[in-house]
T-cell receptor
Framework: GENVEQHPSTLSVQEGDSAVIKCTYS??????FPWYKQELGKRPQLIID?????GEKKDQRIAVTLNKTAKHFSLHITETQPEDSAVYFC????????FGAGTRLAVHP | GAVVSQHPSWVICKSGTSVKIECRSL??????MFWYRQFPKQSLMLMAT?????????EQGVEKDKFLINHASLTLSTLTVTSAHPEDSSFYIC?????????????FGPGTRLTVL
């Protein structure tokens, strides 16, 4: 079955810096790659997603890139703000989501 | 749009009792819902896929007789934890598949925190 690895497990940045989180997946049939932000005790919130027919997608300060050949995808957050602090999960999907282990992002003022 | 609710938001029960958790899609029909379990500081682990009008598909290692799933309508799926034990204490989250935005977008419920004493 699908396996998703996510790095780093923790990431600490200064406000205004960029943050990058990377994921790899094992099943080349996966065709949908969402990223979720989860605050403590809350539900995961979809922040951006990308499909296998697209290499890059951007939404304001957030961008995702996908390299199908290498089976890598990455989340890029620019101009980080303290409210970006949360746990971020990547996932890969063929109709069901398999999640990475998560990255705890801390943005320091 | 695409709102998913869960009830209850938290529950405390005694060991050996059963607990039912409801997951509802409030403004759309969901032929497919998913149930996840999340332990503290860990990721979401898919337990089962719930399809309206048919039996749920369980992930490897998940006991179907312990975690009973019923998807009786297009807006409601229930998860019953039978004979709960302390090791079943966890955050249970459902999601519903909405075909309106795109075929794969899952919308998550707020979760149910189960504590078994």
């Amino acid at each position: 079955g699908e396996n998703v690895e996510q790095h780093p497990s923790t990431l600490s940045v200064q406000e205004g810096d960029s943050a990058v989180i990377k994921c790899t997946y094992s099943d080349s049939a996966s065709n949908y790659f969402p990223w979720y932000k989860q605050e403590l005790g809350k539900r995961p919130q979809l922040i951006i997603d990308i499909r296998s027919n697209v290499g890059e997608k951007k939404d304001q300060r957030i961008a995702v890139t996908l390299n199908k050949t290498a089976k890598h995808f990455s989340l890029h957050i620019t101009e980080t703000q303290p409210e970006d602090s949360a746990v971020y999960f990547c996932a890969a999907s063929i109709r069901k989501l398999i999640f990475g282990a998560g990255t705890r992002l801390a943005v320091h003022p | 749009g695409a709102v998913v609710s869960q009830h209850p938001s938290w529950v405390i029960c005694k060991s050996g009792t059963s607990v039912k958790i409801e997951c509802r899609s409030l403004d759309f029909q969901a032929t497919t819902m998913f149930w996840y379990r999340q332990f503290p500081k860990q990721s979401l682990m898919l337990m089962a896929t719930s399809n309206e009008g048919s039996k749920a598909t369980y992930e490897q290692g998940v006991e179907k007789d312990k975690f009973l799933i019923n998807h009786a309508s297009l807006t409601l799926s229930t998860l019953t934890v039978t004979s709960a034990h302390p090791e079943d204490s966890s955050f249970y989250i459902c999601s519903a598949l909405s075909g309106r935005a795109n075929l794969d977008t899952q919308y998550f419920g707020p979760g149910t925190r189960l504590t078994v004493l």
